[in-house]
């Protein structure tokens, strides 16, 4: 059975909101529900005595055992390659540098000439949880330039809105969910803070940064407010790693945390009781 990228797209959107990793349910519930529930070896009726959750242990523990069998930063650096925010390298250099080490090529892509993201690529010989994974050639094309390419530091950035801390903003079209740092709910279609079921965002390139847009419209600010609508003048955010942020700052608060199928207003700054960074998470 062919296993193509499955678990580590799981993986890497889920350490996206890694500095609060196990209090985000509804982001690991997310992740298993797109990418865990692809695999039919993880079906309920594999098990000969299934417990509720067996499946979401056996994919995340296996997501995490497999990833740190590619420490891809070490590797690189290995060859040369390190990050830095002056020197750039060319496409054929990293993937000489990885697939010394893992065997075969990787897909690598990039934000125009910044990588962004390494995928890997494997054939599973038996079920997930204790089945053997088998390298192989990546059947998606790298989307980085030949030559050129900046693989910066972290907390670095270079125009595309994202580069800074665990997680990445998106590129122009992409689609994802807003999600809260306390592991409480995410924002919905009108802009608001609720622990209903998310709104999906896509974000559009404008200037130096990007505008969001929900179902129901632009999204902006206004008057201290986070809102979307039909009505609403979309504001150009940016984005620090995967942190949304307005006029520089990724400070976000509310008044109160919602519950059941409460919204809340979600306020720029810190000016509210409850304070929080509202982190993207593509779809």
Not at 166 to 173: A, M, N, T, V, Y
Request: aromatic share 10%; hydrophobic share 35%; net charge positive.
């Amino acid at each position: 059975m062919a296993l193509v990228q499955v678990l580590f797209n799981a993986l890497l959107h889920a350490i996206v909101l890694a500095r609060h990793l196990w209090g985000r349910r509804i982001l690991l519930a997310a992740r298993m529900g797109k990418h865990g529930t692809c695999i039919s070896t993880l079906a309920t009726s594999c098990y000969s005595s299934y417990t509720t959750g067996d499946e979401a242990v056996d994919f995340f523990v296996r997501t995490v055992a497999l990833f740190k069998t590619l420490p891809t930063y070490t590797w690189l650096s290995n060859a040369g390659i390190t990050p830095s925010s002056s020197k750039t390298y060319t496409l054929s250099a990293l993937q000489a540098a990885i697939k010394s080490a893992f065997g075969q090529q990787v897909y690598f892509g990039c934000d125009g000439s910044t990588l962004n993201e390494i995928w890997y690529y494997h054939n599973t010989k038996g079920n997930i949880a204790s089945g053997t994974f088998i390298p192989v050639a990546p059947v998606d094309t790298s989307t980085c330039p030949s030559s050129g390419i900046q693989y910066l530091p972290k907390g670095s950035s270079s125009g595309g809105g994202g580069g800074g801390g665990s997680g990445s903003g998106p590129s122009s079209g992409d689609k994802g969910t807003l999600v809260i740092s306390t592991g409480t709910g995410c924002v919905l279609s009108a802009g608001t803070w609720s622990t209903q079921t998310c709104a999906t965002f896509t974000a559009t390139a404008s200037g130096s940064g990007f505008t969001l847009k929900s179902s129901k419209g632009n999204c902006g600010v206004s008057s201290g407010s986070f809102t979307c609508g039909s009505g609403v003048t979309a504001t150009v955010f940016t984005f620090s790693g995967a942190d949304l942020a307005y006029s520089g700052s990724t400070a976000f608060s509310a008044n109160s945390v919602p519950s059941g199928t409460t919204q809340v207003t979600i306020l720029s700054g810190s000016s509210g009781s409850q304070d929080f960074q509202i982190e993207w998470s593509a779809s």
